[in-house]
């Protein structure tokens, strides 16, 4: 792809045109006419964070049927980082080295293996992105 990606139509809606340049037309994904309800696989922190999210990006539009699936996977990353955390914090106050345990017995904990993958997971957009033309 050349130069930076597209700004989704949303987005430029939202900002206004101060370069009065025309706006390219392109198909939308379908926008949908309500907040919809969290996946049904979603529970705890992921399902709360789905309902504190998708009132945002619909209100702003960013919100399309596409979006449904990598929302619900950013939700559920947002789950187990936030699980790793509290353990690791259960941990911590247990420890006698003042919350310096992370590994035992020479291997990270599962908790501290949950929380460094929660470092890498790439976190999506939530808003669907027109194809690149390469």
């Known amino acids: ?18 370069g009065k340049k025309s706006v390219r037309i392109q198909l939308e994904p379908e926008r949908l006419p309500e907040v919809p309800n969290p996946p049904k696989f979603l529970e705890g922190y992921a399902q709360a964070e789905w309902r504190r999210v998708a009132p945002s990006l619909h ?25 790793a955390e ?7 106050a247990q420890d006698e080295s003042r919350g310096l345990l992370v590994k035992v017995k ?15 997971v790439p976190r999506p957009t939530c808003c669907a992105m027109p194809p690149s033309s390469a």
């Open 1 to 18: 792809m050349r130069g930076p990606a597209p700004i989704p139509i949303p987005l430029q809606v939202l900002r206004g045109n101060p």
């Open 106 to 120: 020479e291997r990270a904990t599962p908790a501290a293996i949950l929380w460094f993958r929660s470092q890498r």
């Open 59 to 83: 209100t702003l539009g960013l919100l399309s049927t596409l979006d449904i699936m990598p929302l619900a996977a950013y939700c559920v990353a947002y789950q187990h980082w936030r699980q």
């Open 86 to 92: 509290e353990r690791l914090g259960e941990l911590a």
